[in-house]
């Protein structure tokens, strides 16, 4: 039973991150709803992190009441600077990039998001490079796997994959498709520049938003609490940028429709559900495990695409799929080893060492409990005064 029980806890982490990318996938689809029913994408960004504040700011009081006394201002900087790299600006550069380039660049670019959390996890020091051991060499070439297997799923297409044909096509319900915002032009040797440049500053935005979400969660390990103050941040930041750039308020009325459930949605799973498993891993296991599986998201987007939107699957999805996969496995093996070394370096505590330490505990505790007795032994009684 320990042992199922081992098994099951050393994968879990791997399983939730799986589930993130998973929850990835469906924002996706429903960012596509929202945009092709004419719902600006600023908005959909600030929605999504009102949507997630309402949810754990009540979380965060039932379980983690007494984190509030530990919120000063260095906490508030770190979740300001989380809203900021991980939500608000990160969000919105990522789509100026998607106005100014295309869809397909900029997903090639938001796989980078692995290299970049690397090198500054490095610059920070919160991983090692140790290139001469094993390990260190399975976290480089799995996340150049990772990256390369990226590249081939988004601009190598190839021949049709007929895997499976469901004739389900969300899309088809809405008949109109409005403009929103200024169109794609990337045809502009100027426009894609510029495009470029804030898909690379998204990148990094989200690969900043990791590093800082691993010192935050040293100083305050509060994950409900961390990710309200985090989404609530992301909120009134957003919030601000929307008020300046989106002057149509048409654009800000929820109605009964595709627009409510995707915000719903994108705000629930996409920001507070995400975002919490996110923080949990990168506390758990570093900044670089959590980025190491983003190149993974584009598998399961085109997979529900294929199944929700009638999107079609080419060969180049599936040679860089398993690209991808494998090098996750490789940094995962690659981790797997180094955790292995420290704990090997950590000394063992022997039976004898830890039998002398229980006899401790236990006179310890005999001397406190002979202490209590002689005090309550000593104790003079209550005066009765008569009137």
Request: net charge positive.
């Amino acid at each position: 039973m320990g042992r199922i029980e081992n098994i099951f806890h050393s994968i879990k982490p791997p399983l939730l991150m799986v589930l993130v990318q998973i929850i990835f996938a469906g924002v996706n689809v429903m960012y596509k709803l929202a945009a092709d029913d004419g719902m600006s994408l600023r908005l959909i960004v600030v929605y999504r992190f009102m949507f997630a504040t309402v949810i754990m700011v009540p979380l965060a009081l039932i379980f983690e009441r007494k984190s509030l006394k530990k919120i000063n201002r260095k906490v508030l900087l770190q979740a300001f600077l989380c809203g900021l790299f991980g939500g608000s600006l990160g969000q919105n550069l990522y789509l100026q990039s998607l106005v100014h380039t295309s869809a397909t660049f900029v997903a090639a670019m938001i796989n980078l998001a692995p290299a970049f959390t690397f090198i500054l996890a490095i610059c920070f020091k919160m991983e090692k490079l140790a290139i001469r051991t094993n390990a260190g060499k399975a976290k480089v070439c799995g996340t150049l796997i990772g990256i390369g297997g990226a590249m081939v799923f988004t601009f190598y297409k190839g021949i049709d994959i007929n895997i499976w044909s469901t004739n389900v096509n969300l899309l088809k319900h809405h008949h109109h498709h409005q403009q929103v915002g200024p169109g794609p032009s990337y045809h502009g040797t100027g426009h894609f520049i510029i495009g470029a440049f804030f898909g690379l500053l998204s990148c990094i935005s989200f690969s900043l938003w990791l590093i800082n979400q691993a010192k935050m969660s040293v100083g305050f390990p509060y994950l409900y609490s961390s990710t309200a103050l985090m989404c609530l941040m992301g909120s009134i930041q957003g919030a601000l940028y929307a008020v300046c750039t989106v002057r149509d308020w048409n654009q800000w009325k929820l109605g009964w429709n595709v627009r409510l459930s995707a915000v719903a949605f994108v705000g629930i799973m996409g920001s507070a559900l995400l975002v919490f498993l996110v923080s949990w891993a990168v506390r758990l296991k570093g900044p670089l495990y959590a980025a190491i599986f983003n190149p993974l998201g584009l598998v399961f987007v085109a997979i529900v695409g294929s199944l929700l939107l009638d999107e079609k699957l080419h060969l180049g999805s599936i040679i860089g799929g398993l690209m991808i996969v494998c090098g996750v496995y490789v940094v995962l093996w690659g981790k797997a080893k180094e955790m292995k070394q420290k704990t090997q370096l950590v000394p063992v505590p022997t039976v004898d060492e830890e039998s002398n330490e229980i006899e401790e505990d236990k006179q310890s505790e005999n001397k406190e409990t002979d202490e209590e007795q002689e005090h309550e032994g000593t104790e003079t009684p209550p005066v009765i005064i008569l009137a």
